[in-house]
């Protein structure tokens, strides 16, 4: 199973609205300075289809919730960033667990990928491992 580009876009924005630049004095990267996408193609290429099919369903939910959770008549990598706050919050308080858990999901699996990459490391002063995964290796942060 492989996430479309098209998915892979609405993912990337997602993780750049959780996981934002310069979000800490000694973070400046976010998740859309970071090559994460590599991070996730491994994912879809090696992990059960079951949990991938919760993640991609997560990603579609989030990305065409926002009419239902804010009243926006836009899908969530269309809105304007502050909007997009209010759509991921919302969903994070919703009373149905399944809607509830979606945003996490997608912080937990992208916080992975995000903190494994080994300049995000350097800037929080953890060491980076030795035995790196190939799509870690191939890490470039854009400045």
């Not at 990603?59 to 209010?86: N, Y």
Request: net charge positive; proline share 8%; aromatic share 10%.
């Amino acid at each position: 199973m492989k996430l479309t580009a098209f998915e892979m876009h609405w993912l990337l924005t997602i993780l750049a609205t959780i996981y934002p630049s310069n979000a800490h004095p000694r973070l400046k990267s976010g998740a859309a300075d970071t090559p994460v996408q590599h991070f996730f193609a491994d994912v879809f290429a090696t992990a059960p289809w079951l949990p991938l099919l919760g993640i991609r369903a997560a990603i579609w939910v989030i990305t065409f919730c926002p009419l239902l959770v804010i009243g926006r008549f836009s899908r969530f990598h269309k809105l304007p960033e502050p909007d997009r706050l209010r759509v991921i919050e919302t969903l994070g308080h919703s009373n149905l667990y399944p809607v509830r858990e979606m945003p996490m999901l997608i912080k937990t699996i992208g916080g992975m990928g995000f903190a494994s990459m080994p300049d995000v490391q350097k800037q929080i002063g953890v060491d980076v491992a030795v035995d790196m995964p190939a799509w870690a290796q191939r890490n470039e942060v854009r400045s």
